[in-house]
């Protein structure tokens, strides 16, 4: 059977497409992704006090009006494109870049693609990013969970001389000094079973902590694989905690890859992928953001059978279900996050948009906040 993407079904969009649509065009085609219902532009459901009805509409400045909190808002309010400079068409191109390039598109190249300045184009794939992240599937899996770790981030080694080693080695363990930027990132890989489309992992969880640290090891499996499932892992001592909850199956790969049908190759997989994107295509990343390239990485991994038509609107849902990302609005004004996601940070309340506000006191002050700024 002929790979996937070289298939007809894989191909249902094309950039062509994208750029013959007008801006009107463009604008209702986000309208009908956002609210649905592409024929009737009133029909919406304001982002402000939440009720969905037949609001009023100034064609002229595309703009509606909700008849019950009398509030204005636009097609991009309370979305990852709120303040948007760039046209509808070009942030649809973008998306349709972002979803086509498997192992990542660089801001150079997008930037080049729509002829727009390198930070506007870094800001905006930082935006698709991180809409990826916010919406991430974190239900339990279960069944054949393979996990691994892959390094990230250690810069080259300076010239080893040898009168210099003794400096370059940790006094105890004899083994080279960590370098500070270095990050390990943890996956949990999902296997595809009772699927006929799909072969190997359907479903990934990552995260990123300082080492492959038994404490994380523990939390991620307690908290996102149901007990009883089936670990494979490698000889690493921090998978040795899993031994409780978990039947755990480690391969040594000193010995081998695979003995006996156990290994962890689903893992490997997908540190195969992160790498490419990672050093192939954006050589390297702020650890403050890391986490959102892998995700990156995982999220075409898990959509690896998806039509790029399919990704193309499955992103664009996801960038207009996010509210406005905090650290991406104003980013080249100083607008940066203030720390890396380490460990279970990554799973905390405010990562996750679904639950990001819990009323709409917090919603409101939110926004008058990214007005402020
Ligand atoms: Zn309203």
Redesign the pocket.
Known sequence: MAHYLLSSKSKTLSLKHIFRLSEDEAFKLLKANRWGNPDNVCDVC?P??G?RHNAYFLTSRKRWC?K??Q?YFYITTNTAFAFHKLPFVDILAAILLFANEVKGISAITMSRHLNISYKTAFVLCHKLREALFKTRDLTPMQGEIHEDGAWINFTLRKTNYHKNRSKQRDSKTKFPKFRPTKRCIISLNQHASNDETLWGSNRTIVAMDYSESANTVLALNHQFVKQGSDIMCDENPAYNGLDFHYNKWAVNHQEAFSAKGINNNLAESFNARFRDLHRGVHHKCDNKYALHYANQAAFMSDNRQKSNGDLFSDILKRCLWVLPLREWVGYWQGNHRTQELIGMTAFSSEEISQSYFKNLNERMKYEQELLAA
């Open positions: 304001c402000h006090c009720i909700c019950h909190c509030r």
